[in-house]
């Protein structure tokens, strides 16, 4: 079973619509990250948590909201989508040990078409 | 603030040829390094990490990495490309005082000719 898991998959939707992507992890993890991929512009961060208490805006965090829900979960809100966030969005995870917590362990990715 | 560039957008290279990824990053302590690799329709993978100690790193697939911090670079190498090494590669930076966080590069997508 993969450690980290992201639904939906794919989905498109209309915009002004809201929308919701989950992401579950099975590694302990306390630190969870949503990322944004663009065609040449890399992974931007959203947001980041580091504990169900802690949550942080990332570089573009405008027109997202998060929710940790617990330690395994970390959801991602689109309030009102726009075209222009239509995107590859990746879930992550790293552990605050002394050396790896930069490490970042990926989910597969969900692809959202806002038309 | 840190930073990472990967100067090359797309490379192509034939079966069995070597390859280099160049990273470069800007950041003013010893930073934490890692190239991480996005096979189509997948999650990134990490495929090496450098902290400390040996400049030279091993990773995953036959990848192995340098690290030269009198050129700010992190340079990605393998000896022979396999057709199955086509992908896109993003090297990324991370700091012990950076609560966790990583900067990503623009990514380098590998072609690979048969």
């Known amino acids: 079973d993969a450690d980290v898991t992201q639904t939906p998959r794919n989905r498109i939707t209309k915009t002004g619509k809201r929308i919701m992507l989950e992401c579950s992890q099975t590694?302990?993890?306390?630190?969870m990250y949503w990322y944004r991929q663009d065609p040449g512009l890399g992974l931007r961060l959203i947001y980041y948590?580091?504990?169900?208490?802690?949550?942080n805006k990332g570089e573009i965090s405008d027109g997202y909201s998060v929710s940790r829900q617990a330690q395994a979960k970390f959801s991602l809100s689109l309030e009102s989508a726009i075209p222009n966030q239509t995107a590859l969005y990746f879930c992550?995870?790293?552990?605050?040990?002394?050396?790896?917590?930069?490490?970042?362990?990926f989910g597969p990715g969900t692809r959202l078409t806002v038309l | 603030a840190q930073s990472v560039t990967q100067p090359d957008i797309h490379i192509t290279v034939s079966e069995g040829a070597s390859l280099e990824l160049r990273c470069n990053y800007s950041?003013?302590?010893?930073?934490?390094l890692f190239w991480y690799v996005q096979s189509p329709g997948q999650g990134l993978q990490l495929l090496l990490k450098?902290?400390?100690?040996?400049?030279l790193v091993q990773g995953i697939k036959g990848f192995e990495a340098e690290f030269k911090r009198s050129q700010s670079s992190f340079n990605l190498r393998k000896p022979s490309v396999h057709w199955s090494d086509a992908a896109e590669y993003f090297c990324?930076?991370?700091?012990?005082?950076?609560?966790?966080?990583?900067?990503f590069g623009d990514g380098t997508t590998l072609t690979v000719k048969p």
């Open positions: 992550a995870t790293s552990d605050p040990g002394t050396q790896t917590y930069n490490e970042q362990f």
């Open positions: 590694k302990g993890h306390d630190r």
């Open positions: 948590s580091f504990d169900v208490k802690d949550i």
């Open positions: 950041y003013g302590a010893t930073p934490y």
């Open positions: 450098y902290f400390s100690g040996d400049t």
């Open positions: 990324a930076v991370g700091a012990a005082t950076n609560a966790g966080k990583s900067t």
